[in-house]
């Protein structure tokens, strides 16, 4: 039997997967990671941590019987945005949260500000280039005697079993340093902002051999000599693949605390005209890339819907939640809600905006309420979406807790006017995903295109389609909604 080992390194734990010829998943481990957090935006973790729960986790498939040469590649998904000095001194990496940097970036701007323009995306505090910066400043050693930063939690993995300092055009693109359309390290922007070109890693494809596992690494890991180590991706390429969107206009919906919609798009017109509230990234091919457009209020309005609307008491509170707005009709009885708890970044940008009622008569209870929380939501992702001008009705992929909740589900359908596809065991997705570049780098398969429409979109999983009389129902509403916020904006300056 042969396999693929796919890891993804991500903030809260380190997952390692075995995939065979069939994507059949064996061997499923977890190791969990300290994120040392404290005052002055200060994220970070240690880099060896990673390597420690690689070599925790192949020592568990070796203790199953697992044989090194059946291995025959490792692949990657990866934590982006990071700032990881490959040096003598480095101890900790800046994590992507990481907000010390805020000067810097204002900085930067000052600098260079056409950036934009080239890299397809806006430089905060939380960006690479600023954090470099931030190191500079401090006339830090470990930049100094650093031979290269990378970006990514993988990306040191790799350096660790390679020896190599690469990256991918994926998390490349985060760091405020790579031209998005062509896929490559700007020149320009590294010389006027003093960043030392020699320092920066090699980028590679995703699907690229960045080399076999070295001697040095083979003793310490167990992995075998012969083992091709493929170069992988940032999360949001392995997260991408994984919910099927491989074709242009694809997409998927994360719903967690806070969201994101992201669309594949050509990778074509003027970067500097592009929605200043969406992040641009590469994809696995340089003709198209990911937009993201993320959203500050999702799950987090469900659970305050579910806080203010359940009794304390009740012991299962989602569900009795979930069994209040099933005897609600479609449309809330004519009670809207504007989602914005937290101000809003999509649809429409407005730190300032705050959640609002409208429509309340002296009938209006508690459960139209509710269930009018979780239509607001889902009338600002449907905004977010009309952004992108997705003409026809194609499959529209959602993950995160918000796929727990039929109901809710359903009425995305309805208001969307998209059938709402939702895979059994989500959180596997990105592993699926990103083995396919082990799979095309091993030829066990030679298109991504065919690795998604047979391994990936037939995972199973439960559809949701439009009703049309709902999807008419809503269609008048949703007009209406998107009338409020426009009402009230001027009342929350």
Known sequence: MSYVAVFDIGTTA???ILVNKKVELKEEHTIELKTFVSDGGIVEQCPEDWWEAIIEIAALWWKSGISPKSIRAITFSGQMEDVIPISPNATRAILYSDTRAGNEAEWVHEQYPEIRATTGNNISATTPLAKIKWLQSKGNVVY??????VFSSKDYIINKLTGQAVTDP????????????????????????????????????????????????????????????????????????????????????????????????????????????????????????????????????????????????????????????????????????????????????????????WGITPNTERKELARAALEGVTFSLKQTL???????QRTITLIGGASKSNVWCQMM???????????????YLPSIGIASTAFIALEWCDSYEYFIDTYVKTVPGKTYIPDPKKVKIYQSTYETFKKLHPALQQIYK
Request: glycine share 8%; charged share 20%; hydrophobic share 35%.
């Open 386 to 392: 009309e952004m992108y001008n997705i003409t026809d």
């Open 144 to 149: 100094d005697s650093a031979t290269h930063i």
């Open 14 to 16: 380190v997952k390692g």
């Open 413 to 427: 359908a309805d208001i969307m006017n998209h059938p709402i596809r939702v895979p059994s065991n989500s959180e």
């Open 170 to 357: 994926v998390t490349a693109a985060t760091t405020g340093m790579m031209d998005l359309k062509y896929s490559c390290w700007s020149k320009d922007i590294l010389q006027k902002c003093f960043i030392d070109e020699s320092k920066m890693p090699l980028l590679l494809d995703v699907d690229s051999i960045v080399d076999t596992v070295s001697s040095e690494a083979s003793e310490i890991s167990g992995f075998s000599t012969s083992t091709a180590v493929i170069n992988g991706s940032g999360d949001a390429g392995a997260t991408t693949l994984g919910a099927s969107a491989i074709h242009e206009k694809d997409g998927y919906f994360y719903m967690g605390t806070t969201g994101w919609l992201a669309i594949v798009e050509k990778n074509q017109g003027q970067l500097e005209t592009l929605s200043e509230g969406h992040f641009n990234l590469s994809f696995v091919d340089s003709e198209h890339r990911i937009s993201v457009a993320p959203l500050l209020n999702v799950g987090n309005v469900h659970k305050w819907a579910v806080q203010a609307y359940i009794n304390k008491k009740e012991i299962n509170k989602y569900e009795a939640f979930e069994n209040l707005i099933e005897q609600v009709n479609p449309g809330s009885e004519g009670v809207l809600f504007l989602p914005y708890l937290n101000g809003e970044r999509n649809p429409l940008i407005d730190p300032e905006a705050k959640g609002a009622y």
